[in-house]
T-cell receptor
Framework: GNSVTQMEGPVTLSEEAFLTINCTYT??????LFWYVQYPGEGLQLLLK?????DKGSNKGFEATYRKETTSFHLEKGSVQVSDSAVYFC???????????FGAGTRLAVHP | DAGITQSPRYKITETGRQVTLMCHQT?????MFWYRQDLGHGLRLIYY???????DKGEVPDGYVVSRSKTENFPLTLESATRSQTSVYFC?????????????FGNGTRLTVT
């Protein structure tokens, strides 16, 4: 079945450091891939998405490229800020499936 | 403001009581979903609905009931609450069932069953 695997957290970085959060997936067909962010006490917000192989999603300085050959969708940001501290979820929505399948989430803590 | 709203934000109830969590969206999205979020289990789908009067089970439907008489509302009822149903519940909607349609989430209801 479809599944998503994320790197375990927490990830702790200093402000202005480079961020990578790894995400790999297993899916049949041609899924779309998403990154969501959850700030404390809030719901999940869509951060970016990519709907086909080699697509790059980007938003607020975050980027992720849909790599079909490595079944990956790693999240990157060149220079993190304290305000980026949150939990990040990788997710896929696959062919024939109506639901969104989530990874376990990765907590990011950014210190000044 | 347009969006998806859940109520209440916090609820404490006793074991055995019935409780209903409300979800309302203003986008006229076809699809609506209920997830629960628990430490160690991530986000798990309880029920979803493709349209008014069409609902289907997700991964963890036992102990829950849903209805969708109107497109904009998707209430979740715990018929006889148990401590294992203590969780944060998220409602979500998407424009359709296409793979490229993202889900949009409410801010959640934190439910505690004592």
């Amino acid at each position: 079945g479809n599944s998503v695997t994320q790197m375990e957290g927490p990830v702790t970085l200093s402000e202005e450091a480079f961020l990578t959060i790894n995400c790999t997936y297993t899916a049949t067909g041609y899924p779309s891939l998403f990154w969501y962010v959850q700030y404390p006490g809030e719901g999940l917000q869509l951060l970016l998405k990519a709907t086909k192989a080699d697509d790059k999603g980007s938003n607020k300085g975050f980027e992720a490229t849909y790599r079909k050959e490595t079944t990956s969708f790693h999240l990157e940001k060149g220079s993190v800020q304290v305000s980026d501290s949150a939990v990040y979820f990788c997710a896929l929505r696959g062919s024939g499936y109506n639901k969104l399948i989530f990874g376990a989430g990765t907590r990011l803590a950014v210190h000044p | 403001d347009a969006g998806i709203t859940q109520s209440p934000r916090y609820k404490i109830t006793e074991t055995g009581r019935q409780v209903t969590l409300m979800c309302h969206q203003t986008w006229s999205h076809s699809y609506m979903f209920w997830y629960r979020q628990d430490l160690g289990h991530g986000l798990r789908l309880i029920y979803y609905s493709a349209a008014a009067d069409i609902t289907d089970k997700g991964e963890v439907p036992d102990g829950y009931v849903v209805s969708r008489s109107k497109t904009e509302n998707f209430p979740l009822t715990l018929e006889s609450a148990t401590r294992s149903q203590t969780s944060v519940y998220f409602c979500a909607s998407s424009e359709d069932g296409q793979t490229n349609s993202p889900l949009h989430f409410g801010n959640g209801t934190r439910l505690t069953v004592t």
